[in-house]
């Protein structure tokens, strides 16, 4: 029985040929990112409407450069447990304090109540997450920046297409970071990017640039200096090309994970599930299951591959404490993500949902 696939990317020809293409070039990769690195960088940038775009080699980067920016050696910064376990480590990298915050119980993005609740004379930034593609309240944590002096760094590694307010998610905060991989809407081997919407954008692409590679600066044929420390962090030539023609096509591909959650909405018979939202792009579709063990195991003998997108990072044990986030646990303990790229096929989509329904 061949098994339905929870993430499987959506390719065709163009990609062939632009790998092709590039193996042949012998051009694979540059420190300096030109090539197809730049090239991608322009058309995000103009797909986005942001102020730049730095590309680099995963989101996880992208986070850690993107908090560099900002001073927050010994202060806190904001987020919600409900993430990838890199939004916390880039906030350790950079020296700072993590302080986790709970999630809306409905588009699990961190609760705007919370927030105000947990600022501090130490808090300097928030790094809200786009959830499963689900836009943050990014109005609401936006006055909240304003009135305590904050810096937002988005979490976009789920939102490659997300729109706020008839605005591409990658327009709004100070920096928001993205990630390309094969499980997300624009797939690549591997990738990220920094989408930059600040006054002084000129000079972060400088240091950015700087630090993504090495903290090469200065560069004039084989001659370049170091002022600071920086990172292997460049996008390589493969990805970027993978990048251009995915981004081609990625609107299209959001349109089918729409109408996908669109069906799952009217279809499943669950109580709690990812609502439907037009502004969403759909990287993941959840519901809440009690018993997560039992359903799961069911599902993969159906042939439906499943996955729990997240456990909650405070639960961790270099992340344990005292914190109490309740909404964030117990969704943490039933959460359930189920197929939803673009490559299922109607037949498919039928199963998901009469397996759902016969199983939860």
């Known amino acids: 029985m061949k098994k339905i696939k929870l993430f499987d990317p959506a390719i065709g020809?163009?990609?062939?040929?632009?790998?092709?293409?590039?193996?042949?070039?012998?051009?694979?990769?540059?420190?300096?990112?030109?090539?197809?690195?730049?090239?991608?960088?322009?058309?995000?940038?103009?797909?986005?409407?942001?102020?730049?775009?730095?590309?680099?080699?995963?989101?996880?980067?992208?986070?850690?450069?993107?908090?560099?920016?900002?001073?927050?050696?010994?202060?806190?910064?904001?987020?919600?447990?409900?993430?990838?376990?890199?939004?916390?480590?880039?906030?350790?990298?950079?020296?700072?304090?993590?302080?986790?915050?709970?999630?809306?119980p409905e588009t699990l993005c961190l609760s705007h109540k919370d927030i105000e609740k947990s600022i501090t004379t130490k808090t300097v930034a928030i790094v809200p997450v786009h959830f499963g593609g689900m836009p943050c309240n990014l109005n609401s944590i936006q006055n909240i920046a304003r009135k305590n002096n904050l810096t937002i760094i988005e979490d976009a590694a789920h939102a490659t297409g997300t729109t706020y307010k008839n605005k591409k998610i990658g327009s709004h905060g100070t920096a928001v970071c993205f990630s390309f991989h094969p499980v997300?809407?624009?797939?690549?081997?591997?990738?990220?990017?920094?989408?930059?919407?600040?006054?002084?954008?000129?000079?972060?692409?400088?240091?950015?640039?700087?630090?993504?590679?090495?903290?090469?600066?200065?560069?004039?044929?084989?001659?370049?200096?170091?002022?600071?420390?920086?990172?292997?962090?460049?996008?390589?030539?493969?990805?970027?090309?993978?990048?251009?023609?995915?981004?081609?096509?990625?609107?299209?591909?959001?349109?089918?994970?729409?109408?996908?959650?669109?069906?799952?909405?009217?279809?499943?018979?669950?109580?709690?599930?990812?609502?439907?939202?037009?502004?969403?792009?759909?990287?993941?579709?959840?519901?809440l299951a009690k018993n997560r063990k039992k359903f799961r195991e069911k599902m993969c003998q159906a042939g439906i591959e499943t996955g729990t997108h997240y456990k909650p990072i405070h639960t961790m044990k270099m992340y344990q404490n005292r914190t109490i986030l309740p909404n964030t646990e117990k969704i943490g303990k039933q959460i359930v993500t189920i197929p939803i790229h673009p490559n299922l096929k109607t037949f498919e989509l039928d199963k998901i949902v009469n397996s759902i329904n016969k199983f939860i």
């Not at 062939?16 to 070039?25: D, M, P, Y």
């Not at 890199?86 to 950079?94: D, E, F, G, K, R």
């Open 184 to 287: 997300k809407n624009l797939a690549m081997p591997m990738g990220g990017l920094i989408s930059i919407n600040h006054k002084n954008h000129k000079q972060f692409r400088k240091i950015l640039l700087a630090r993504r590679w090495c903290g090469i600066t200065d560069r004039i044929g084989s001659e370049y200096n170091v002022k600071e420390l920086g990172w292997n962090y460049y996008m390589n030539e493969f990805s970027a090309t993978i990048g251009l023609a995915q981004l081609k096509k990625l609107d299209k591909l959001n349109g089918i994970r729409k109408n996908i959650a669109k069906f799952y909405d009217k279809q499943i018979d669950v109580e709690h599930k990812t609502a439907f939202n037009k502004d969403c792009s759909y990287h993941l579709y959840w519901i």
């Open 13 to 104: 020809n163009e990609e062939e040929k632009s790998i092709v293409k590039t193996l042949r070039s012998h051009l694979w990769a540059s420190g300096s990112g030109e090539g197809y690195v730049k090239e991608f960088e322009n058309k995000f940038k103009s797909y986005v409407k942001s102020h730049d775009c730095i590309a680099v080699n995963s989101g996880t980067a992208a986070l850690n450069l993107a908090l560099s920016l900002i001073d927050i050696k010994n202060k806190e910064v904001i987020l919600p447990s409900l993430s990838f376990i890199s939004t916390a480590h880039a906030i350790l990298v950079n020296g700072g304090k993590p302080v986790f915050v709970d999630v809306d």
